[in-house]
């Protein structure tokens, strides 16, 4: 039995919506609670012996279908979060780095992104990426397309996984939040050989403590990526 590894973290944020509605709040109130919630979780792992990479769900390229007054809420907070979280990514070492369709984001969210991203290459302790816009479906298919532009008649796995959007590792261990058991078009490429967990946890509920609990959960796990 191989020991697991666990180098690349990936968490499905979900049920921000039901967190609110249990409290009475707007459905804005658990984005804004959730958006919260991923500092300590990225804190956590910048602290963690093995977790190099952790991505985060945080938008898709299915919540353009959210009411209007709910996507350009998501945008502000997006915007605010960056401009929050600057301190945190410096003091913590923390590399920000962004995949996903970002052209369709306005020119200074985009800018934002751009220039966080500049200011934190140099952090080596973790990355935090945050998908946006993004769908895994759409990153394979436009990566197979650059190949084809690039002059490839035969692609192989090795030309996909190395031209991706996303070069990082495999995700070792992906995590969905709010009871949901779905995958919902994130990292379809990159999650051949993961491991899951889902927790009934509300995204706004859930702790580095709980995200401590189930990683020791996934220690005792044994992965054999297709052997015995
Ligand atoms: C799903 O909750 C959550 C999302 C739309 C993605 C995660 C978004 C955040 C954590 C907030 C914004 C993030 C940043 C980085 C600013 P839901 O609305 O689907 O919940 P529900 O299923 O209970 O309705």
């Known amino acids: 039995m191989n020991s697991l590894p666990l180098k690349h973290l990936a968490i499905i944020m979900d049920g921000n919506g039901r967190w609110a509605k249990e409290r009475g709040l707007k459905r804005v109130k658990g984005h804004e609670k959730g958006a919260e919630m991923i500092r300590g979780i990225t804190t956590y792992c910048a602290t963690h012996e093995t977790i190099e ?5 945080a938008f898709s390229t299915e919540n353009w279908k959210r009411p209007k007054m709910e996507v350009e809420f998501l945008m502000k907070l997006l915007d605010r979060y960056l401009q929050n979280e600057l301190d945190t990514y410096q003091e913590h070492g923390v590399r920000f780095q962004a995949i996903g369709n970002l052209s369709q ?12 991203e ?4 140099n952090n ?24 084809i532009k690039e002059g490839k008649t ?21 995590i969905r939040t709010s009871g949901e058991e779905r ?6 490429w990159q999650i051949s050989y993961a491991e899951f967990y889902f927790t009934p946890t509300l995204w706004p509920d859930f702790t580095p403590d709980e995200l401590d609990t189930i990683l020791t959960d996934y220690k005792q796990r044994a992965r054999r990526f297709g052997g015995v």
């Open 118 to 121: 500049e200011l934190t290459r």
């Open 105 to 116: 984001f306005s020119t200074a969210l985009q800018k934002r992104i751009k220039k966080t």
């Open 183 to 188: 995958i919902s078009n994130f990292l379809l």
């Open 53 to 57: 990479t952790v991505t985060f769900y």
């Open 124 to 147: 080596t302790k973790l990355t935090q990426v945050l998908a946006l816009n993004y769908g895994g479906r759409a990153e394979i298919t436009d990566t197979v397309n650059r190949l």
């Open 154 to 174: 035969e692609i192989t796995e090795e030309d996909i996984s190395s031209h991706l959007q996303t070069p990082y590792s495999d995700i070792d261990f992906l």
